[in-house]
T-cell receptor, first 112, second 116 residues
Framework: GNSVTQMEGPVTLSEEAFLTINCTYT??????LFWYVQYPGEGLQLLLK?????DKGSNKGFEATYRKETTSFHLEKGSVQVSDSAVYFC???????????FGTGTSLTVIP | SQTIHQWPATLVQPVGSPLSLECTVE??????LYWYRQAAGRGLQLLFY??????ISSEVPQNLSASRPQDRQFILSSKKLLLSDSGFYLC???????????????FGQGTRLTVV
């Protein structure tokens, strides 16, 4: 079946620190992979995506590379800001079904 | 461009009362529609999804139900709310797979439901 496992939080970093949030997946076939961000009291916003192996998704300084050999899609940012404080969700969608599968979310707090 | 509207934003309901949450999508046709619930400090739980009018798939047994009376309208209902129904409810849509294989989900702003 399909599933997503992501790094447990919460994560607390100082401003300008390097961020990595690990995400691994199990899927049949060739899924699309996503990172979503959720700010307090809001819905989820798409942060970045990748649709095939070795694709790199990037947005707002965040990056993630679709690694088929390790079934991973780790989120990275070189220098986090206080405004990056949010909950981050890794997700996949299979190309056959109509469902999206989400990780449990990782809460990030960036302190000045 | 496409937009998704979800209301109300917050709701406080007594135990045993009915529930109706509504979600509408604009700017697209035949979307896939989803209802998720997010309990406090936890991940997303898929409740229902729909690939067309009148076609509802339920992912978990519960006292909630969903309906899709129109192509771009998705309603989450309950006849009698339980305390455990409290949570953050999110509606989402995606392009149908037959139109675009690699599609993301787009989320509404959510409804904070507190059952008292």
């Amino acid at each position: 079946g399909n599933s997503v496992t992501q790094m447990e939080g919460p994560v607390t970093l100082s401003e300008e620190a390097f961020l990595t949030i690990n995400c691994t997946y199990t899927a049949t076939g060739y899924p699309s992979l996503f990172w979503y961000v959720q700010y307090p009291g809001e819905g989820l916003q798409l942060l970045l995506k990748a649709t095939k192996a070795d694709d790199k998704g990037s947005n707002k300084g965040f990056e993630a590379t679709y690694r088929k050999e390790t079934t991973s899609f780790h989120l990275e940012k070189g220098s986090v800001q206080v405004s990056d404080s949010a909950v981050y969700f890794c997700a996949l969608s299979d190309i056959i079904g109509n469902q999206f599968y989400f990780g449990t979310g990782t809460s990030l707090t960036v302190i000045p | 461009s496409q937009t998704i509207h979800q209301w109300p934003a917050t709701l406080v309901q007594p135990v045993g009362s009915p529930l109706s949450l509504e979600c509408t999508v604009e700017g697209t046709s035949n979307p896939n529609l989803y209802w998720y619930r997010q309990a406090a400090g936890r991940g997303l739980q898929l409740l229902f999804y729909s690939v067309g009018i009148g076609q509802i798939s339920s992912e978990v047994p519960q006292n909630l139900s969903a309906s899709r009376p129109q192509d771009r309208q998705f309603i989450l209902s309950s006849k009698k709310l339980l305390l455990s129904d409290s949570g953050f409810y999110l509606c989402a849509w995606s392009v149908a797979r037959r139109i675009r294989v690699h599609t993301e989900a787009f989320f509404g702003q959510g409804t904070r439901l507190t059952v008292v």
